[in-house]
């Protein structure tokens, strides 16, 4: 795993940035909290799951409604990048598992930027690579 540098006077890394936000969403993902899932997302986020494109955190709650109870993501963060001082771009692997079929194992690059309240995904976007 790259770490990203660390800016002066105490800013955190981009890793522990994209943790404090990818813990949230996993830990929501695993309770199959749809609702808290969305709320993670900025008002304009573009989500791209395996299924059609949505925007906002409404359609990030519809999309995790729909998905199997016991469905929990299991992740790791390849690279980062910082894009500017509110903007982090993570590039991971993920392996969601499931009770009743084999895991699925995916790419997925997040960016996530820093709002009024806090930090929160503006866009999603996972890959099937094999």
């Given at each position: 795993?790259?770490?990203?540098?660390?800016?002066?006077?105490?800013?955190?890394?981009?890793?522990?940035?994209?943790?404090?936000v990818l813990d949230q969403w996993k830990s929501a993902v695993d309770a199959h909290e749809p609702e808290r899932v969305g709320a993670l997302f900025t008002e304009d986020a573009i989500f791209q799951g395996l299924h059609p494109y949505s925007v906002g955190p409404a359609g990030v709650a519809t999309y995790y409604a729909a998905q199997p109870l016991g469905m929990s993501p299991a992740y790791e963060i390849r690279e980062t990048r910082r894009l500017a001082d509110d903007t982090v771009l993570g590039y991971l692997s993920v392996d969601f598992s499931f009770v009743d079929r084999p895991t699925l194992?995916?790419?997925?690059?997040?960016?996530?930027?820093?709002?009024a309240d806090d930090w929160r995904i503006a866009h999603y976007q996972v890959s099937k690579l094999s």
């Open positions: 795993m790259r770490v990203g540098w660390v800016k002066m006077w105490g800013m955190t890394t981009e890793t522990e940035i994209l943790r404090s194992n995916l790419s997925l690059c997040v960016i996530v930027r820093r709002t």
